[in-house]
T-cell receptor, first 113, second 115 residues
Framework: DTEVTQTPKHLVMGMTNKKSLKCEQHMGHRAMYWYKQKAKKPPELMFV???????INESVPSRFSPECPNSSLLNLHLHALQPEDSALYLCASSQDPENYGYTFGSGTRLTVV | AQKVTQAQTEISVVEKEDVTLDCVYE???????LFWYKQPPSGELVFLIRRNSFDEQNEISGRYSWNFQKSTSSFNFTITASQVVDSAVYFC????????????FGAGTRLTVKP
């Protein structure tokens, strides 16, 4: 299995909703990442988990809450989002924090209404 | 600080033409990795190549080739005999070695290959 799987692929949510994005990999990778990508822009790093511990938070608003229940799973909990949070949310993993290779999932396209 | 510049926002070519995507980077570090990723309309970022700062050898993989020149801080990507399936957004990225958290992407170049 050489994939990073993200669910759901599409999500529409209201500003008062609570939802979660899920990311899963079974490659034994020990570092996992959340990126946010707005239309026609490059991906921007949000969170990094290395060995299941949060190692960086790029000043992301608290309405985004990451969780890493185990080395294969990464969640992003969403609450009280704003329309400007609409974007493609990409998950990636790499073998360990020093490893160069990232494998990206196909993303969750989130629309906040 | 690290920065990646992809000056070409959009490129359009006709199938079978060769096309070169430019990437210029800035960093004060001497040890770093450079990457190219392809993002088709489906959204997934597909890894194409990684080079480290110690290895300036150019690389060829099928129709793809990469020209890494430290003297000009460039890491250009050439597609030979382009095909419609090459249509995508291509990102160049830079990461400092031993700092897994700091992957900087360029703005991307949207390549359209017309039949």
């Amino acid at each position: 299995d050489t994939e990073v799987t993200q669910t759901p692929k599409h999500l529409v949510m209201g500003m008062t909703n609570k939802k979660s994005l899920k990311c899963e990999q079974h490659m034994g990778h020990r570092a996992m990442y959340w990126y946010k990508q707005k239309a026609k822009k490059p991906p921007e790093l949000m969170f990094v988990y290395s060995y299941e511990k949060l190692s960086i938070n790029e000043s992301v608003p608290s309405r985004f809450s990451p969780e890493c229940p185990n080395s294969s799973l990464l969640n992003l909990h969403l609450h009280a989002l704003q329309p400007e949070d609409s974007a493609l949310y990409l998950c990636a993993s790499s073998q360990d924090p020093e490893n160069y290779g990232y494998t990206f999932g196909s993303g969750t396209r989130l629309t906040v209404v | 600080a690290q920065k990646v510049t992809q000056a070409q926002t959009e490129i359009s070519v006709v199938e079978k033409e060769d096309v070169t995507l430019d990437c210029v980077y800035e960093t004060r570090d001497t040890t770093y990795y450079l990457f190219w990723y392809k993002q088709p309309p489906s959204g997934e970022l597909v890894f194409l190549i990684r080079r480290n700062s110690f290895d300036e050898q150019n690389e060829i993989s099928g129709r793809y080739s990469w020209n890494f020149q430290k003297s000009t801080s460039s890491f250009n990507f050439t597609i030979t005999a382009s095909q419609v399936v090459d249509s995508a957004v291509y990102f160049c990225a830079l990461r400092i070695m031993y700092n897994n958290n700091d992957m900087r992407f360029g703005a991307g170049t949207r390549l359209t290959v017309k039949p």
